[in-house]
């Protein structure tokens, strides 16, 4: 019984693609975020979301658009892949507001070819 | 906004042995630091947290120390195992927002 599943855990694909991975919390947070992992382990948030409102949204290029359907998931769809979008992915999830232990997923690692 | 320092980025140190990470934070405002260890493949874990309110909290081989007036904060490892050996990260925050502002990360090797 994973506390925060993300699918799929590895993904190859070409330049211009399109592809989502998915996200699924089973402790009953309130809050989940996407992290990105570069290749020099750089941990840099990219989204959160509390009870579907996005709350965090860096820096991050309007290909990448997150979907709370509800919250227990966070689904990360990605349009017109480039190279440098390669990296791992991490779902995570808390209890409240940060200041709680996140709860990080496995990691989808991305290799855009 | 917050900017987190981590040093060493790679620490490799004899089974037994004491291992010693530290990290420097910007923001006065950050009250929040949790270290978080990533085994190879897996996504990180917390493995101990501090608030500003207290100077060091201890768990088993593992201790936390807090110097706001310096704005740094050090994990301690002692004894260390060959299962210690992982990435480790050191976070600053504000309790009660949502956003953390992750080091560099550590790499540490244990030698058998």
């Known amino acids: 019984d994973t506390a925060v599943s993300q699918t799929p855990k590895y993904l190859v694909t070409q330049m211009g693609n399109d592809k989502s991975i998915k996200c699924e919390q089973n402790l009953g947070h309130d809050t989940m975020y996407w992290y990105k992992q570069d290749s020099k382990k750089f941990l840099k948030i990219m989204f959160s979301y509390n009870n579907k409102e996005l709350i965090i949204n860096e820096t991050v290029p309007n290909r990448f658009s997150p979907k709370s359907p509800d919250k227990a998931h966070l689904n990360l769809h990605i349009n017109s892949l480039e190279l440098g979008d390669s990296a791992v992915y991490f779902c995570a999830s808390s209890q409240l507001y940060g200041g709680n232990t996140i709860y990080f997923g496995e990691g989808s690692w991305l290799t855009v070819v | 906004g917050e900017n987190v320092e981590q040093h060493p980025s790679t620490l490799s140190v004899q089974e037994g042995d004491s291992a010693v990470i530290k990290c420097t934070y910007s923001?006065?405002?950050?009250?929040?630091f949790p270290w978080y260890k990533q085994e190879l493949g897996k996504g990180p874990q917390l493995i101990i947290d501090?608030?500003?309110?207290?100077g060091e909290k201890k768990d088993q081989r593992i201790a936390v120390t807090l110097n706001k007036t310096a704005k740094h904060f050090s994990l301690h490892i002692t004894e260390t195992q060959p299962e210690d050996s992982a990435v480790y990260f050191c976070?600053?925050?504000?309790?009660?927002?949502?956003?953390?502002?992750f080091g560099t990360g550590t790499r540490l090797t244990i030698i058998p």
């Open positions: 923001d006065s405002a950050s009250n929040y």
């Open positions: 501090i608030r500003s309110n207290v």
């Open positions: 976070a600053a925050g504000d309790f009660g927002n949502e956003k953390l502002t």
